[in-house]
């Protein structure tokens, strides 16, 4: 096994939209790598590449030292890590960048720690444009030494990569990330929507506030969308719904799970801000809901 990342070899499984990029810029800044996928076609894009591929999850491990899962759900990475840990060698790292229950990191942390091998979470916002530009917001959670053994992979495609705390500190992060934009969304709707009614152009009206402070990333979306979200429900709705359910479970849980790893000093910040006081988020998970029925993709 290599134990400098001079000569880090990475394993990439889930090359979808944004996982592809991902592994694209890892190969082009001269990792040896391993791609698998259960579709020999997700496979044909990097057939111009140095990329190897392995014709199972384990044979993939086996050849590498870091494997990286970005896949679209918690089955499908329990699936995969699982196999991966069926041929990864001990002193080996999983890293997971799917968007995921906390728990089911800090689950699978257990289950490969007792094989010898180290998992950390990272899921990355930014979608298939960052990641091709090297931009990827990267939010880590585990120990230090594991995060920064991998942080030359991360890097070839994510800029900030940051450590959040203990497994499981970057999904709540990247829950907590996804709930506030799906809360926007709406929030940029019904801005659009009041100003119109008050008589005032909405791409005039949406151009003037990206120049104050309160412009959003989501408010630049749904302007461009005509000032709906119907175009973004389609294609992210079910996705954005799955993570807001996610970060209300974690939120349902109580401090013990939500706070983990959060000094005293930061938790007198969240009391502070209303955390403490029985708000427990339900004004992001109100605004939200809000924007999820917009996208006629409401939780149950």
Same mark, same amino acid.
């Given at each position: ?8 070899? #990475? ?105 010898? #091998? ?43 990569? #940051? ?138």
């Amino acid at each position: 096994m290599s134990t400098t990342t001079d000569t880090l070899r #990475v394993g990439f499984i889930g090359l979808g939209s944004q996982g592809g990029p991902m592994a694209r810029r890892i190969i082009e800044a001269g990792f040896p790598v391993t791609l698998w996928a259960r579709r020999s076609g997700t496979l044909e894009p990097f057939a111009d590449t140095a990329a190897k591929t392995a014709d199972s999850p384990a044979a993939l491990a086996a050849a590498s030292d870091l494997v990286c899962v970005c896949v679209r759900d918690d089955a499908d990475t329990e699936e995969v890590v699982d196999a991966v840990l069926g041929g990864l060698a001990a002193g080996g790292v999983i890293a997971v960048h799917s968007t995921v229950h906390p728990d089911t990191c800090r689950r699978l942390a257990e289950r490969a720690a007792a094989r010898g #091998v180290r998992l950390i979470d990272a899921p990355v916002s930014g979608g298939a444009p960052a990641a091709q530009a090297g931009r990827l917001l990267v939010m880590t959670g585990g120990d230090e030494e594991t995060v920064e053994f991998c942080r030359p992979v991360f890097a070839s495609y994510g800029d900030p990569v #940051v450590h959040l705390g203990p497994v499981g500190a970057g999904q709540v992060t990247k829950l907590l990330n996804n709930a506030a934009f799906t809360a926007h969304l709406g929030v940029a709707v019904s801005l659009l929507a009041l100003g119109r009614s008050l008589g005032v152009d909405q791409l005039r009206l949406a151009d003037v506030i990206s120049h104050g402070s309160g412009n959003s990333f989501a408010l630049q979306r749904v302007a461009s969308a005509g000032g709906t979200v119907a175009r973004i429900g389609e294609h992210a709705g079910h996705l954005l719904r799955k993570d807001v359910q996610l970060i209300a479970d974690v939120a349902a849980a109580g401090p013990a799970e939500a706070d983990g790893g959060i000094s005293e000093p930061g938790r007198a910040g969240l009391r502070d801000a209303g955390h403490g006081d029985g708000e427990g988020g339900a004004t992001l998970l109100a605004a939200a809901d809000a924007a999820l029925a917009l996208m006629n993709v409401a939780r149950a």
